[in-house]
T-cell receptor, first 114, second 112 residues
Framework: ETGVTQSPTHLIKTRGQQVTLRCSSQ?????VSWYQQALGQGPQFIFQ???????GRGNFPPRFSGLQFPNYSSELNVNALELDDSALYLC?????????????FGEGSRLTVL | GENVEQHPSTLSVQEGDSAVIKCTYS??????FPWYKQELGKGPQLIID?????GEKKDQRIAVTLNKTAKHFSLHITETQPEDSAVYFC???????????FGKGITLSVRP
């Protein structure tokens, strides 16, 4: 069983640019969640995708957008990058069911905005 | 929305001692409380979780207790080992959608 994989692992962008981060979910999982983890902080929920539809969103502006594909992999897109967007972006996959299920996290994509 | 607070922010213990990490939450509707361990350069990994219909859960050297009335839950690690050194996060969620609200994390250091 393959785990959650994210790419790229590190990247540097400048203010105003756009970035796309990618995530492959764990085999058998149908849900992908994205979290932003600033240095020294806990992860913050950005949004979740279930069967290619957005299924909940945290307190992030519309320039944060996402996609989920038929194979349940996912992308996070951030437009008009700001310095405060510098963070570790974590993808987590799970199997949505009647009771809360374990989130399996990838190792993250570390974004630096200069 | 839900607010999860975690304290202390750092904890240092001698190898073999016990460590206790406490968290409080604000939303009485929260019903799922996982604990994650994050090692340097890695994503968080679930170590134990508890649901609101249970007061305590154990798994070998780790245990979690939940007090719904006081809205707090705690992680207990016994016989600590140097490999327990990491950042530990508590979290809470409502319902089945797995949207977790995390605490700020605690850095646990186990001195050999």
């Amino acid at each position: 069983e393959t785990g959650v994989t994210q790419s790229p692992t590190h990247l540097i962008k400048t203010r105003g640019q756009q970035v796309t981060l990618r995530c492959s979910s764990q085999s058998g999982h149908n849900t992908v969640s994205w979290y932003q983890q600033a240095l020294g902080q806990g992860p913050q929920f950005i949004f979740q995708y279930y069967r290619e539809e957005e299924n909940g969103r945290g307190n992030f502006p519309p320039r944060f957008s996402g996609l989920q594909f038929p194979n349940y992999s996912s992308e996070l897109n951030v437009n008009a990058l700001e310095l405060d967007d510098s963070a570790l972006y974590l993808c987590a996959s799970s199997l949505l069911s009647g009771t809360p299920g374990e989130l399996f996290f990838g190792e993250g994509s570390r974004l630096t905005v200069l | 929305g839900e607010n999860v607070e975690q304290h202390p922010s750092t904890l240092s213990v001698q190898e073999g001692d016990s460590a206790v990490i406490k968290c409080t939450y604000s939303d009485s509707a929260s019903n799922y409380f996982p604990w994650y361990k994050q090692e340097l350069g890695k994503g968080p990994q679930l170590i134990i979780d508890i649901r609101s219909n249970v007061g305590e859960k154990k798994d070998q050297r780790i245990a979690v207790t939940l007090n719904k009335t006081a809205k707090h839950f705690s992680l207990h690690i016994t016989e600590t080992q140097p490999e327990d050194s990491a950042v530990y996060f508590c979290a809470a969620s409502i319902g089945a959608n797995s949207k977790l609200t995390f605490g700020k994390g605690i850095t646990l250091s186990v001195r050999p």
